[in-house]
């Protein structure tokens, strides 16, 4: 067996575990709605890493069809918790605005990703070092590089603010780790549009475990009020 496939297992069930972790964090917030949404998420994105071991075999054509529509499921899995984790650590904006309302904001973004995922514009290659890729077909990879960093530069604005706003060290360190995890996904996005071809980890997989790691770190403590941050 090939070891960068077999270093893609490791690293595609450390990313369910932390998925797992995030699930249980999740199903302590108070918000019954929210709780439902991120636990579906996450179980989701689960579904992209069994995929990518799939895909570094060789499976069947069929197999490959059928398992596509997970193979980008972190699209809307990682960003939506994310912009969610700001939310909640975010003590005014959780207190004056409600999070359904908050997603409202995050419309367009949540269409894209859901058209993406939906519709297909992708195609099966083979992969140089071992199994398949799915890529998106142009223009549609252009696209989501334009929209993906706009999710990012909102997510990294409303962190700054909230670093600027709160003088809580946990409230700070919270926003700190999400605008990390933003930066990692960022530069893993360019090194692919620069056309980086030579890399010790498949694309978007550490740097979605940073991710989900930076949200588990959001939901993991009572948030706090306006008064106390």
Not at 68 to 88: C, D, E, K, N, Q
Not at 161 to 178: A, C, E, N, T
């Amino acid at each position: 067996m090939n070891v960068n496939y077999i270093i893609l297992i490791l690293i595609c069930l450390s990313a369910v575990a932390v998925l797992l972790a995030d699930i249980v964090v999740a199903n302590r917030v108070k918000y019954v709605g929210l709780r439902w949404i991120l636990t579906g998420l996450f179980t989701f994105s689960m579904l992209r890493y069994f995929t990518l071991i799939a895909y570094g075999d060789s499976p069947s054509l069929g197999q490959l069809e059928s398992l596509r529509y997970f193979y980008l499921a972190t699209s809307i899995g990682l960003t939506i918790p994310t912009a969610l984790a700001v939310w909640y650590i975010s003590p005014q904006l959780r207190e004056k605005v409600n999070y359904i309302v908050y997603l409202l904001f995050f419309i367009p973004w949540i269409a894209f990703y859901l058209y993406v995922i939906i519709t297909q514009p992708t195609q099966i290659a083979i992969a140089p070092e071992f199994g398949y890729d799915l890529l998106l077909v142009e223009p549609f990879g252009e696209y989501l590089s334009v929209v993906q960093g706009s999710f990012v530069a909102v997510i990294v604005l409303l962190c700054l603010i909230g670093i600027i706003m709160y003088k809580h060290p946990l409230l700070r360190s919270q926003f700190v780790f999400l605008i990390i995890a933003q930066i990692g996904l960022t530069i893993d996005g360019l090194s692919i549009a620069n056309g980086v071809t030579t890399r010790l980890f498949h694309p978007f997989t550490i740097t979605e475990i940073i991710g989900f790691i930076a949200i588990y770190y959001a939901f993991l403590y009572k948030p706090m009020d306006t008064k106390k941050s």
